[in-house]
T-cell receptor, first 112, second 119 residues
Framework: DAKTTQPTSMDCAEGRAANLPCNHS???????VYWYRQIHSQGPQYIIH???NNETNEMASLIITEDRKSSTLILPHATLRDTAVYYC?????????????FGKGTHLIIQP | GAVVSQHPSWVICKSGTSVKIECRSL??????MFWYRQFPKQSLMLMAT?????????EQGVEKDKFLINHASLTLSTLTVTSAHPEDSSFYIC???????????????FGPGTRLTVL
């Protein structure tokens, strides 16, 4: 699986959009970009995933660059409950059958 | 949909005893279940992968005789930590992927985790 690079931590004001970057310059053509988050002392929560087109769901939007070497997770209106560690994971398209490799992620802190 | 539960949520045991942790998929058939471990201030580490009705596949460095995994049905997997010692104290998290109706999940859904403390 391709390696990802994320900032260690980020702050964002409550109510503003939180933009979390991820670099995955060695991604291959059949690898998806997945985002999960982990709120303190809980199991990770699936957020969104995509291959090359931008994706949006009720939680977030995922913007993938045209060359697919980086992506940005956008939380449109951050709340205090969005404070968590966010993990960007690159995974083969058959990702349901393989374990996930978690990096250190980005600790997003939403400030009141 | 896609809810995964774990039981117990926390457990304290004496050194040398065995502890069983259950992981259940509540509204879908979990053809594959995964067990992860997370030490304080560290990221999740995959321990093993299990497919229903098959033996689990363990990651390098994980002792299969110490961490017994059973995945006997499409909704239940268990992890038994045998002869637990203080260094086994950790946050154990399961996840599942599988089928809901005619749709297959490529993403994994995680349980809430079980905090094990071995005295």
């Amino acid at each position: 699986d391709a390696k990802t690079t994320q900032p260690t931590s980020m702050d964002c004001a409550e109510g503003r959009a939180a933009n979390l970057p991820c670099n995955h310059s060695t991604i291959s053509g059949n690898e998806y970009v997945y985002w999960y988050r982990q709120i303190h002392s809980q199991g990770p929560q699936y957020i969104i995933h995509g291959l090359k087109n931008n994706e949006t769901n009720e939680m977030a939007s995922l913007i993938i660059t045209e060359d697919r070497k980086s992506s940005t997770l956008i939380l449109p209106h951050a709340t205090l409950r969005d404070t968590a560690v966010y993990y960007c994971i690159v995974k083969y398209s058959g990702g349901g059958a393989d374990g996930l490799t978690f990096g250190k992620g980005t600790h997003l802190i939403i400030q009141p | 949909g896609a809810v995964v539960s774990q039981h117990p949520s926390w457990v304290i045991c004496k050194s040398g005893t065995s502890v069983k942790i259950e992981c259940r998929s509540l509204d879908f058939q979990a053809t594959t279940m995964f067990w992860y471990r997370q030490f304080p201030k560290q990221s999740l580490m995959l321990m093993a992968t299990s497919n229903e009705g098959s033996k689990a596949t363990y990651e390098q460095g994980v002792e299969k005789d110490k961490f017994l995994i059973n995945h006997a049905s499409l909704t239940l997997s268990t992890l038994t930590v045998t002869s637990a010692h203080p260094e086994d104290s950790s946050f154990y998290i399961c996840s599942a992927s599988g089928l809901a109706g005619r749709s297959s999940y490529n993403e994994q859904f995680f349980g809430p985790g079980t905090r094990l403390t071995v005295l």
